[in-house]
């Protein structure tokens, strides 16, 4: 049996953070991922690095992101992440887009994030290859974006070079109490000990949650992302939507990667493999657009489709359980991880060395589905 101080289950963008910040603590995880580091929704998303528009549950770990590590990462893991600090435009084409964005901006404003609301025309003078059809948006000046793939392998990286492990290709099938704490992590070869077990496995953490009686409600939403044939330079802000329905940005390289749904999961039969269409990406393309017209003639060059976990409340889970000590789950985010994985990896190394993290997560615990009494 191998035994570690840690074991991490899932070699995304959390677990790969979380391994290198356990590593500057002096702490070597062992982490377990059943394809390979990165396969899924870490290094196949829209990039965002984003404040604006979050659940104010979450912004705080968005905040202190972009203020404390996202300027300085590429220069600590020795890699360039491409992160671009050129703010967030959150486009509106009819008044109830206006009246969502109005909403979520005065949450932001109230917890001291620095954005506004706009007008189309404000919005054209600062992407001004937008159609007329936007009539308003929301403003971020400090939001931006970076390379999601580069960023996960470089976190996962450095922690190897500094004591982490790494094992792909085994797939977890339960975690084991011993004397009431969670102890094991049972896969289809191995059996792997220690005394902390973090579970961030996306939405397959709610199969492996529950072999210890844990239920995370969450469910499996397909996204699809677009990359088109490198363009000139047009902007380098983030986008996107009120309805969330699509997001994106230029890249260092000139290619537009944008993200999106198509609305038709129901009609995706083959749920484990490639999920992308000519259908579903053709939905994407026509909604893309509506919003920049110029872009008609680019060629797709690549797509992707995946399922995120998404939980019942939009945010994710990140917590100690009261219920089954020694497990940690980092989970359900629905979405939008990878803005705040640096602070999430730096939070679970907290919690894990200290028993408790800096930034208070409350609202995140896995408690709050629970009954009231």
Request: hydrophobic share 40%; charged share 25%.
């Amino acid at each position: 049996m191998s035994k570690s101080e840690v074991l991490i289950i899932g070699g995304g963008v959390i677990g790969c953070a979380t391994a290198y910040y356990l590593a500057k603590r002096g702490i070597k995880a062992t982490v377990l991922e059943k394809v390979q580091i990165g396969e899924g929704g870490s290094s196949r998303n829209g990039g965002g690095v984003r404040q604006s528009a979050r659940d104010v549950r979450e912004l705080p770990l968005a905040m202190y992101g972009v203020k404390n590590l996202w300027p300085t990462l590429s220069e600590e893991l020795g890699v360039d992440v491409e992160y671009y600090q050129k703010g967030n435009l959150r486009l509106g084409k009819t008044e109830a887009h206006l009246k969502k964005l109005e909403q979520l901006t005065a949450a932001s404003v109230a917890q001291g994030l620095d954005v506004k609301m706009i007008t189309g025309d404000e919005a054209r003078q600062i992407c001004p290859y937008m159609s007329k059809e936007v009539i308003g948006a929301s403003w971020c000046p400090t939001d931006g974006h970076a390379n999601p793939m580069i960023t996960t392998l470089a976190f996962y990286k450095r922690a190897r070079e500094m004591g982490a492990r790494f094992i792909t290709g085994e797939d977890v099938i339960a975690i084991k109490k011993i004397k009431g704490k969670a102890k094991q992590v049972v896969t289809n070869v191995n059996t792997y000990e220690a005394d902390t077990i973090i579970l961030a496995a996306g939405y397959d953490s709610r199969a492996i949650a529950k072999t210890v009686g844990i239920d995370i409600p969450m469910e499996r939403v397909l996204l699809e992302a677009l990359v088109t044939e490198a363009q000139p330079k047009m902007f380098e802000q983030m986008l996107g939507t009120a309805e969330a329905d699509f997001y994106g940005h230029q890249s260092k390289h000139g290619s537009f990667v944008f993200g999106g749904s198509s609305g038709l999961e129901s009609h995706i039969s083959n749920k484990d493999k490639s999920l992308t269409t000519s259908i579903t990406s053709a939905c994407i393309c026509r909604g893309i657009m509506k919003y920049f017209p110029v872009l008609e003639k680019a060629k797709i060059v690549r797509t992707w489709a995946g399922w995120i976990d998404e939980c019942v409340d939009h945010v994710p889970v990140i917590s100690f359980v009261d219920e089954v000590p020694g497990l940690i789950l980092a989970c359900a985010f629905t979405g939008h991880g990878f803005g705040i994985s640096p602070t999430v990896g730096i939070l679970l190394s907290e919690m894990v060395a200290d028993g408790k993290p800096s930034i208070d997560l409350s609202a995140l615990k896995y408690d709050r589905f629970k009954a009231k009494i």
